[in-house]
T-cell receptor, first 109, second 120 residues
Framework: QKEVEQNSGPLSVPEGAIASLNCTYS??????FFWYRQYSGKSPELIMFIYSNGDKEDGRFTAQLNKASQYVSLLIRDSQPSDSATYLCAPESGYALNFGKGTSLLVTP | GAVVSQHPSRVICKSGTSVKIECRSLDFQATTMFWYRQFPKQSLMLMATSNEGSKATYEQGVEKDKFLINHASLTLSTLTVTSAHPEDSSFYIC????????????????FGPGTRLTVL
């Protein structure tokens, strides 16, 4: 069983703060890790991916990967109310993605 | 780039009927497409992996005779829910895997907008 664990939340942060979303995974064979954002009633949209240990920045988003600890995280700087959504962590195994249940983020004005 | 469409976006049908959902990659060729199902407040569950020109690979517990998948071209995959029942009501989402669009060389899955199926 390829497990992906995320805190379901909701994680509440004030506007302008940093939101930190965490994810652990069980499949050591996973090489690439994707973060998707899903608004209620909509399909997931890709935020970014990471495949090397360390940090990767893309605008207000930073993904962090530690394969030894089987841990991946997503930081959102300067959080905006429009960032309120469910964030899905998805390690790739072969061609398939294993999705966690997601963390619900609420950014309050 | 990397746009995936799905049709229809919403369908309501009577129990026992069959429903076909189309998934198209609009601006790239996708040798691999995926079909997911998502129940309310649940995670996306992979149903099957579809490769162009070959039979789909179904996940454990997914009935291949009930969920028929055809991937006839590099831009089109279809999912047919045969003899649908109320328990099949769900949000069905396809994705297409791209190796050429955008993001620095790693193959990426792009999702269609989803099809909400309600079986009465």
């Amino acid at each position: 069983q390829k497990e992906v664990e995320q805190n379901s939340g909701p994680l509440s942060v004030p506007e302008g703060a940093i939101a930190s979303l965490n994810c652990t995974y069980s499949d050591r064979g996973s090489q690439s890790f994707f973060w998707y954002r899903q608004y209620s009633g909509k399909s997931p949209e890709l935020i970014m991916f990471i495949y090397s240990n360390g940090d990767k920045e893309d605008g207000r988003f930073t993904a962090q990967l530690n394969k030894a600890s089987q841990y991946v995280s997503l930081l959102i700087r300067d959080s905006q109310p429009s960032d309120s959504a469910t964030y899905l962590c998805a390690p790739e195994s072969g061609y398939a993605l294993n999705f966690g249940k997601g963390t619900s983020l609420l950014v309050t004005p | 780039g990397a746009v995936v469409s799905q049709h229809p976006s919403r369908v309501i049908c009577k129990s026992g009927t069959s429903v076909k959902i189309e998934c198209r990659s609009l601006d790239f060729q996708a040798t691999t497409m995926f079909w997911y199902r998502q129940f309310p407040k649940q995670s996306l569950m992979l149903m099957a992996t579809s490769n162009e020109g070959s039979k789909a690979t179904y996940e454990q517990g997914v009935e291949k005779d009930k969920f028929l998948i055809n991937h006839a071209s590099l831009t089109l995959s279809t999912l047919t829910v045969t003899s649908a029942h109320p328990e099949d009501s769900s949000f069905y989402i396809c994705s297409a895997r791209s190796g050429t669009s955008g993001l620095g060389g790693t193959d990426t899955q792009y999702f269609g907008p989803g099809t909400r199926l309600t079986v009465l």
